[in-house]
């Protein structure tokens, strides 16, 4: 399962326990080895059901929140207590207490042992955050007092993309782009890959409209996106736009740029996996630490049928395990 306890561990919230999050955590860890050590905060009870209904045997090392006794050869454990009447549950509003318990050992755990490396499986929306903030990456950015110093980074080595907005609706993205917030989103993406990769990444930028143009006066482009590239330029960043969306994601263009930063999140998103799948990780730039989350959702319609695609989890935890 894993080589070595040298590593900073890898810390992972389970998340939505009626996911197939832990099918996908079982089939990564049996069939690759991490420098780090994996320590994952769910329910034993939890875990124990879906590994034996999926048909899985690994042991298990109970710790806590000291992180002692670490135990490379088994799945070591942060016990959170979880009520259910069945394995493989309908997803609802009564995993609400659950997740959130998670999250709060996870961010105390991250803070008291300095912890960097941070993924957490994926959770309903819409049961979970009930309109509260617009995603997981906006939720934690709340907990972490970074509210609006994020951003959302879908990473490939060949291709990345990161939306400008993300979970929201589209009347009313026009709204909620500025030249602020995209000089602060390049700057991140930027630094990002200068730390991780050595390298200043070369940048296209959608425009918001169709054909980047509209028929009234001050549009998008030439009011918001247009002047933020051009301060962007001056400030040597490597970027270019604004690109009509229909057409920046051909195949001239793929080879060109290392990101595409679209206004809005389908945007963007819909032709990444399109072009790759679930071949892609999640990265919320600006925490205090590296949060990675696998790129699907809790895909509740999989659940139990030992079918799903561990590949994205599988390249989070490599990502982190470097």
Not at 271 to 298: Q, S, Y
């Amino acid at each position: 399962m894993q080589k070595s306890k040298n590593n900073k561990p890898i810390l992972i919230a389970a998340g939505e326990p009626n996911s197939v999050f832990l099918e996908i955590f079982f089939k990564s860890i049996k069939t690759n080895t991490f420098k780090s050590p994996l320590i994952i905060i769910v329910s034993k009870r939890l875990l124990q059901e879906q590994m034996k209904k999926l048909g899985f045997a690994f042991k298990i090392n109970i710790i806590n929140k000291n992180l002692d006794k670490l135990d490379n050869k088994k799945i070591n454990l942060i016990d959170v207590e979880y009520e259910f009447n069945k394995c493989f549950e309908e997803i609802s509003d009564k995993s609400n207490n659950y997740i959130k318990e998670t999250f709060s050992v996870a961010l105390d755990i991250i803070y008291k042992k300095k912890i960097t490396k941070f993924i957490n499986g994926p959770i309903s929306k819409k049961d979970f955050l009930k309109g509260k903030s617009l995603g997981i990456t906006e939720y934690l950015a709340k907990k972490t007092k970074k509210k609006n110093k994020v951003a959302m980074l879908i990473f490939n080595k060949k291709l990345s993309v990161s939306p400008i907005t993300t979970h929201l609706a589209l009347k009313d993205v026009h709204r909620n782009i500025s030249k602020k917030k995209i000089y602060a989103h390049i700057k991140l993406i930027t630094e990002f890959y200068r730390k991780n990769f050595k390298k200043n990444p070369t940048i296209a930028i959608t425009g918001l409209n169709p054909h980047c143009e509209s028929n009234f006066k001050n549009c998008e482009e030439d009011a918001i996106i247009l002047p933020a590239i051009k301060r962007l330029k001056t400030k040597n960043f490597k970027v270019e736009g604004p690109f009509p969306a229909d057409t920046i994601f051909t195949h001239d263009h793929l080879k060109k740029f290392d990101v595409i930063v679209g206004m809005y999140h389908d945007q963007v998103l819909a032709p990444m996996k399109a072009l790759f799948g679930f071949d892609a990780i999640n990265i919320t730039l600006g925490l205090p630490f590296l949060r990675i989350t696998p790129d699907h959702g809790p895909n509740y319609s999989m659940l139990g049928k030992n079918l799903s695609d561990p590949k994205s989890l599988i390249k989070a935890l490599k990502f982190l395990d470097r």
